[in-house]
Structures are given as structure tokens and as C-alpha cells.
């Protein structure tokens, strides 16, 4: 069994929010967005933390903001620039003492309350050094949703080197277990647009009301 205490966890917060900034002309950091009176990182922070041994961030700006919520890991610059989340936990796979990592993007609401519990379980029935998330129905997967095992942190460097940075792909050449969820009730709803931060505005008061 994987227990808590064997894992790191890791709020994916690095991106630049290009579609925000597309619409709003803003210069965003998603992660410092707010939602019911915190931004999405304390959401995520408040999620994860008890699934975990302790929180890290993956950010590359405003790193003070971020600090409050864990230990800020920034993208290692000689993996080279705009690699996109794969950076994020290739850093934190350099930076964990933990055998562990779990990992989840600041923009994905509305997690299994057991997600990292399930992909722990999953990975070590199958004996596996990575697992992710998926929700009923045709390619319906949420891959940085995943735990992986640190071993695996000279592969994921090697990976990005070589100018891969699709996640299912290197998670398919480490044969990573795929763990199936209920996608019912706005399940892993993700906010990538002014539009989509508004519904999930919406969803919170009328769930509050």
C-alpha cells in the first residue's frame, strides 16, 4: 500500500492563461483567479492537502503570491522554454524527497474527494510507476491528473531533451495505469476561458443557495 506519507503533491500553476489573456487582454496568472472569495491555487491547496504529505506549486511568476499555498518549484531553465506542464513536474520530480508525486493542474475543478488514494491503489496492484484520471466515456482522460513514482525523473527529462511534450505519450511508454471516474456534477471541469471561470461562478452560488 502507498501511503500518504510516501507522497509529494503538486498544483500545477506555470502556465501563461493564454486564452484568458486572449479575451480580456489581461496579463493573468490562472492560478491567482478567484473563485468564492480565494483564488483557484487555495482551492487546489485545500483540496490536495490532505491526500498528501506536503504541497508544492509549479509557478514561474509571482512566486510570492504562490508561496502561501506551498513550496514553490519554478521550471528548470536548462530543460529549455515553453515545454509546457511536463516542466512543471519535471522540477518537482528533481525537488520531492518523497517516493511519490501527485499531481493536479490549478484549473481543474471539482475532484474526486479519493482520486490520489485511487490512482495510489491502482498503481500498486498493477505494479506500475505512473497512473491517471479518466471519466467515463470516448477519450475521456485527464492525464495531469496522475501520480508518478520519482524514479521516473531522468525518463521525463530525457523525454522533454528529445522535444516530446505530450503527456499521454511518455506516460504510455511507462505503461501508466488508467483509473476510471464518475464524471457526473461537473467532475474535473476545467477553466481555460473567461467563460468557463463565469460558469464555475454560477455552479458555486447556485450549490450554495
Known amino acids: 500500500m502507498i501511503a500518504r506519507s510516501q507522497i509529494t503533491g503538486l498544483i500545477l500553476a506555470g502556465g501563461r492563461a493564454r486564452r484568458m489573456q486572449q479575451e480580456d487582454s489581461l496579463d493573468v496568472d490562472k492560478g491567482l483567479l478567484g473563485l468564492d472569495g480565494a483564488p483557484l491555487v487555495a482551492h487546489a491547496q485545500r483540496y490536495l492537502a490532505p491526500q498528501v504529505s506536503s504541497v508544492l506549486v509549479s509557478a514561474n511568476r509571482h512566486l510570492e503570491?504562490?508561496?502561501?499555498?506551498?513550496r514553490v518549484v519554478s521550471d528548470d531553465p536548462r530543460l529549455g522554454i515553453d515545454l509546457g506542464p511536463?516542466?512543471?513536474?519535471?522540477?518537482?520530480?528533481?525537488?520531492?524527497?518523497?517516493?511519490?508525486?501527485?499531481?493536479?493542474?490549478?484549473?481543474?475543478?471539482?475532484?474526486?474527494?479519493?482520486?490520489?488514494?485511487?490512482l495510489a491503489?491502482?498503481?500498486?496492484?498493477?505494479?506500475?510507476?505512473?497512473?491517471?484520471?479518466?471519466?467515463?466515456?470516448?477519450?475521456?482522460?485527464?492525464?495531469?491528473?496522475?501520480?508518478?513514482?520519482?524514479?521516473?525523473?531522468?525518463?521525463?527529462?530525457?523525454?522533454?531533451?528529445?522535444?516530446?511534450?505530450?503527456?499521454q505519450?511518455?506516460?504510455?511508454?511507462?505503461?501508466?495505469v488508467p483509473v476510471c471516474f464518475d464524471g457526473g456534477h461537473g467532475a474535473f471541469f476545467n477553466i481555460n476561458t473567461p467563460q468557463d471561470l463565469r460558469l464555475a461562478v454560477q455552479a458555486s452560488q447556485r450549490a450554495r443557495s
Request: charged content about 15%; proline content about 5%; glycine content about 10%.
Open 65 to 70: 503570491d504562490y508561496a502561501d499555498y506551498g
Open 86 to 118: 511536463l516542466a512543471g513536474v519535471a522540477s518537482a520530480l528533481a525537488a520531492t524527497s518523497t517516493p511519490w508525486l501527485a499531481v493536479m493542474p490549478v484549473d481543474v475543478l471539482n475532484l474526486p474527494a479519493d482520486m490520489v488514494a485511487r
Open 121 to 167: 491503489g491502482a498503481a500498486d496492484e498493477a505494479g506500475a510507476l505512473a497512473a491517471y484520471a479518466g471519466t467515463v466515456g470516448p477519450d475521456r482522460v485527464h492525464p495531469l491528473c496522475m501520480l508518478v513514482h520519482a524514479s521516473l525523473a531522468g525518463s521525463l527529462r530525457d523525454y522533454l531533451g528529445g522535444g516530446d511534450r505530450k503527456v
Open 169 to 176: 505519450l511518455w506516460q504510455q511508454m511507462h505503461a501508466a
